[in-house]
T-cell receptor, first 109, second 114 residues
Framework: SQQGEEDPQALSIQEGENATMNCSYK?????LQWYRQNSGRGLVHLIL?????REKHSGRLRVTLDTSKKSSSLLITASRAADTASYFC?????????FGAGTRLFVKA | SQTIHQWPATLVQPVGSPLSLECTVE??????LYWYRQAAGRGLQLLFY??????ISSEVPQNLSASRPQDRQFILSSKKLLLSDSGFYLC?????????????FGPGTRLLVL
């Protein structure tokens, strides 16, 4: 079974609004990562947060991690139409990285 | 800098035909290599991973196989394709030996089995 599960499955917002996506996982992790995928393309790594970190920022991205609740959130502030994509969380342990089903974000101009 | 290549970009194959998808990595040595499959609108399913030449771990029993004949070459194969093999196949390499840090993905191959 998949390790990470994103919520919501799909999200539609207006340009300029913030977008929040959540991820839950089941077992212990070394780190949690967020990736972005434009339609028909490969995934691009956005940010990695380690199990001993609680929050991390990168530009307009803010990621939180709550290991007690086995959950993470990705916040995209001041969204742009170019942010339209699918976003996946991925949990790592050993040699493998397991991806969730993704949140499809649509930002309307 | 590191780059990862996949080909072909798109492939249409009849049921029962063989398959060979190739992935090559440049600019890094002894990478961990991965094959994923993605159904339309879904997440990624890990198919195979390799931590070295000739070392292949299979995650899902199916009619696919993988080989790593060279350090930076990873091949996905099938002797007889099924309709259910249709999907978007992604190759990736991992950053740290012995770990599973950031993965870097190729552009993918879209396979349609008819």
């Amino acid at each position: 079974s998949q390790q990470g599960e994103e919520d919501p499955q799909a999200l539609s917002i207006q340009e300029g609004e913030n977008a929040t996506m959540n991820c839950s996982y089941k077992t212990s992790i070394n780190n949690l990562q967020w990736y972005r995928q434009n339609s028909g393309r490969g995934l691009v790594h956005l940010i990695l947060i380690r199990s001993n970190e609680r929050e991390k920022h990168s530009g307009r991205l803010r990621v939180t991690l709550d290991t007690s609740k086995k959950s993470s959130s990705l916040l995209i502030t001041a969204s742009r139409a170019a942010d339209t994509a699918s976003y996946f969380c991925a949990t790592a342990g050993g040699f493998k990285t397991i991806f969730g089903a993704g949140t499809r974000l649509f930002v309307k101009a | 800098s590191q780059t990862i290549h996949q080909w072909p970009a798109t492939l249409v194959q009849p049921v029962g035909s063989p398959l060979s998808l190739e992935c090559t990595v440049e600019g890094t040595s002894n990478p961990n290599l991965y094959w994923y499959r993605q159904a339309a609108g879904r997440g990624l399913q890990l198919l195979f991973y390799s931590i070295g030449i000739g070392q292949i771990s299979s995650e899902v029993p199916q009619n696919l196989s993988a080989s790593r004949p060279q350090d930076r070459q990873f091949i996905l194969s099938s002797k007889k394709l099924l309709l259910s093999d249709s999907g978007f196949y992604l190759c990736a390499w991992g950053g740290l030996a012995g770990g599973s840090e950031t993965q870097y993905f190729g552009p993918g191959t879209r396979l349609l089995v008819l």
